[in-house]
T-cell receptor, first 112, second 112 residues
Framework: DTAVSQTPKYLVTQMGNDKSIKCEQN?????MYWYKQDSKKFLKIMFS???????INETVPNRFSPKSPDKAHLNLHINSLELGDSAVYFC???????????FGDGTRLSIL | AQSVAQPEDQVNVAEGNPLTVKCTYS??????LFWYVQYPNRGLQFLLK??????LVKGSYGFEAEFNKSQTSFHLKKPSALVSDSALYFC??????????FGDGTTLTVKP
């Protein structure tokens, strides 16, 4: 049973489109995250939510909007996609902020 | 501001030899330090976490990490490398609030 699941696994779309990535965790964790991993494999945190409340919002364009309908779900909506948004986006969760994080297998976003 | 440095992009070792993947960090207060491993097309997997007071931390798959406060280092080690250990390794520092900063990653290649 997958602990942190993301859909879709692959997303190929054109510049200017709007897309969403969904994430669900069945671990009962309170904290969820979105990360961006670029083509050089560098990993950077984008957002963190604790019990549906946004607690970390790094310097991310406001075209990116996270939404947490409940503490088991954290979705990422991206407006007006740009070429530079091409990356792998990872969702993760942890019991609390300082605990080990469990990662999904990523969504590979390609902008044409 | 917190930071993590992994000085080596690549580490090559022969199977059966000991391996070390280096990490140094900068953070205010007591650090939450982690090592994660990433296999191709997968999310990061937790290997081990620094626990205050333990200078040698044991983790999954025979890995351990040596914490050195004066050198602000948290090097990953394994006494005898396996070919299956070949992967991308990330060191991370995390705050109580869950803000994680990851190193740039080190690619470990274990040759038979």
């Amino acid at each position: 049973d997958t602990a942190v699941s993301q859909t879709p696994k692959y997303l190929v779309t054109q510049m200017g489109n709007d897309k969403s990535i969904k994430c669900e965790q069945n671990l009962g964790h309170d904290t969820m995250y979105w990360y961006k991993q670029d083509s050089k494999k560098f990993l950077k945190i984008m957002f963190s939510y604790n019990n549906k409340e946004l607690i970390i919002n790094e310097t991310v364009p406001n075209r990116f909007s996270p939404k947490s309908p409940d503490k088991a779900h954290l979705n990422l909506h991206i407006n007006s996609l740009e070429l530079g948004d091409s990356a792998v986006y990872f969702c993760a969760s942890s019991l609390t902020g300082g605990q080990p994080q469990h990662f999904g297998d990523g969504t590979r976003l390609s902008i044409l | 501001a917190q930071s993590v440095a992994q000085p080596e992009d690549q580490v090559n070792v022969a199977e059966g030899n000991p391996l070390t993947v280096k990490c140094t960090y900068s953070v205010s207060g007591n650090p939450y330090l982690f090592w994660y491993v990433q296999y191709p097309n997968r999310g990061l997997q937790f290997l081990l976490k620094y626990i205050t007071g333990d200078n040698l931390v044991k983790g999954s798959y025979g890995f351990e990490a040596e914490f050195n406060k004066s050198q602000t280092s948290f090097h990953l080690k394994k006494p005898s490398a396996l070919v299956s250990d070949s992967a991308l390794y990330f060191c991370a520092v995390t705050t109580n609030a869950g803000k994680s900063t990851f190193g740039d990653g080190t690619t470990l290649t274990v040759k038979p």
